[in-house]
């Protein structure tokens, strides 16, 4: 294997200390060193480096106390931001990020659930173009969440039969592409869920789970080997149309369980949230018959997604999935394949999801501008090319 060059060792060094400073607002050289555990002769270099490249700036600070004073770098603040998006039943939420992960500019706009698709992506564009206008260097790259299955291909929201939530052929990447110089990456919420709560949730450390989202919608999602998987078309997960033991144990839909014990929304087919956490908190006969029915309609789900995907957890989220843990967990406990059942960890996982995915794609970027030759990925250790295989780079 060939030795690396010089530039790719200085690549190598300038990642490490744009890393560094990404994680802090600001470090000194003898900081980032101790934090990179390379040399500080090595590290002052690259600073100065980054610095002439305009990529990072001495923030004017200075070290105080004994010994000698020590100036503070940080990311230059031009450097742009990611932008966040989220699509939901109730309104646009527009977010600019910094490579921190520090929300530097929120816009909303609040609609009802009856809004109109034309009135969504009006709403859409407004809130997006609010936030461009203030995010200092620029929207360098987006990611969306919406409330809706998503074509993996093309980032349109598609509507499937019986979807709570109508917002006709939205093409989300189309309507941001005036406002964001990058890549615009656009999934279902339910995906973003699941990978929040793999981050920094009760699925933490576990990289093979089933997330399950119990609320005005219903939804799923498949993490296997540390990703989640998305299907041919992006619709894997869309758990509304499995065929469940209904009330009288009568297989039909699981969205039409609701309707059969009379919980959904008047004149909608999402799930009538409030009436269900009354109905499930019930002493009587008819709360328990509620549990029993949900209990096995669910259940039927879990034992799909167990027998074709293999999970070592399920984890369930959403407004009411974890009143219906304990149940579900005595039931697959006693199963032929028992796989733990656990309540969500996360409060508001969708936007965390998004976010941290979009903070990720702008470091990315930042890392790569740095040496664009040279660098092969921003999620990647850069690697030296070998004889038969010139460096690449990786669309984010």
């Known amino acids: 294997m060939p030795r690396p060059s010089l530039e790719m060792l200085r690549a190598l060094t300038d990642e490490n200390v744009l890393r560094a400073l990404m994680a802090e607002p600001r470090l000194t050289r003898a900081e980032i060193a101790a934090r990179t555990g390379i040399s500080k002769p090595t590290i002052s270099d690259s600073v100065q480096r980054l610095n002439r490249t305009g990529l990072v700036v001495d923030t004017g600070e200075r070290t105080t106390g004994r010994g000698r004073v020590g100036s503070y770098y940080g990311l230059a603040p031009r450097l742009g931001a990611a932008l966040v998006v989220g699509i939901t039943p109730y309104g646009v939420t527009a977010e600019a990020v910094d490579a921190l992960g520090r929300v530097r500019v929120r816009e909303e706009t609040r609609f009802g659930p009856d809004a109109t698709p034309r009135a969504i992506g009006a709403a859409l564009d407004a809130t997006v173009r609010a936030v461009a206008t203030c995010a200092e260097g620029g929207l360098r790259t987006g990611v969306v969440s919406a409330a809706d299955p998503v074509d993996r291909t093309t980032g349109r929201l598609v509507h499937l039969p019986d979807a709570p939530f109508l917002v006709g052929d939205l093409d989300p990447p189309a309507v941001l592409a005036p406002y964001v110089d990058g890549p615009v990456l656009v999934d279902n919420d339910v995906n973003w869920a699941a990978r929040a709560e793999h981050a920094d949730g009760h699925a933490r450390g576990i990289d093979d789970f089933v997330y399950l989202h119990l609320g005005e919608g219903l939804g799923g999602a498949v993490v296997s080997d540390g990703e989640v998987r998305r299907g041919h078309h992006g619709f894997a997960g869309e758990i509304a149309h499995l065929s469940v033991p209904g009330p009288d144990g009568t297989a039909m839909a699981l969205t039409e369980v609701f309707a059969a014990l009379g919980l959904r929304r008047p004149g909608s087919t999402a799930v009538d949230v409030d009436a269900l956490h009354v109905r499930l908190a019930a002493p009587d006969e008819r709360g328990a018959r509620t549990r029993t029915v949900l209990a096995d309609a669910v259940g039927a789900v879990l034992a799909a997604a167990v027998a074709f995907a293999d999970p070592r957890t399920v984890v369930v989220g959403g407004a009411w999935g974890p009143a219906l ?72």
């Open 325 to 396: 843990v304990p149940a579900l967990d005595a039931r697959f406990g006693r199963g032929p394949r028992p796989v733990p059942v656990t309540a969500a960890g996360l409060s508001d996982p969708e936007p965390a999801g998004a976010r941290a995915h979009a903070v990720d794609r702008l470091r990315a970027l930042i890392v790569r501008s740095a040496h664009p030759a040279l660098t092969d990925s921003g999620r990647r250790p850069f690697r030296p090319p070998t004889p038969s295989t010139p460096p690449t780079q990786e669309t984010p």
